[in-house]
Nanobody, 126 residues
């Protein structure tokens, strides 16, 4: 079992920055940030592979968001820059790929992960 607790959400102006954190009981081989806006599917936005730190992003956030991890603190981060109104959503930390034969990249969806946090809300004002 992996426990995940997100924090750092809040209100940000369009064009601003926000940093989300996910405290994990342990880091897994692949970890990710997903988001879900009202009425929309939960979508993966950033992925990172433990150890080598290889990152992957959805097209919607590439160049604006950065995922990172502190292996000493078992913490996952999402640095959000140049935030847009369409970035408003509940953001979830995910861990534990169900299938080790797949890549830790932006092709993964919510069904690929076993563990989830409770989410942290991000609102964007224009």
């Amino acid at each position: 079992q992996v426990q995940l607790v997100e924090s750092g959400g809040g209100s940000v102006q369009a064009g601003g920055s926000l940093r989300l954190s996910c405290a994990a009981s342990k880091l897994t081989i692949c970890m990710a940030w997903f988001r879900q806006a009202p009425g929309k599917e939960r979508e993966g936005v950033a992925f990172i592979q433990y150890g080598i730190g290889r990152e992957a992003y959805s097209d919607s956030v590439k160049g604006r968001f950065t995922i990172s991890q502190d292996t000493a603190q078992n913490t996952l981060y999402l640095e959000m820059n140049s935030v847009k109104p369409e970035d408003a959503a509940m953001y979830y930390c995910a861990a534990g790929l169900r299938n080790f034969d797949v890549a830790c990249d932006a092709n993964r969806d919510r069904l690929d992960f076993s563990y989830w946090g409770q989410g942290t809300q991000v609102t964007v004002s224009s």
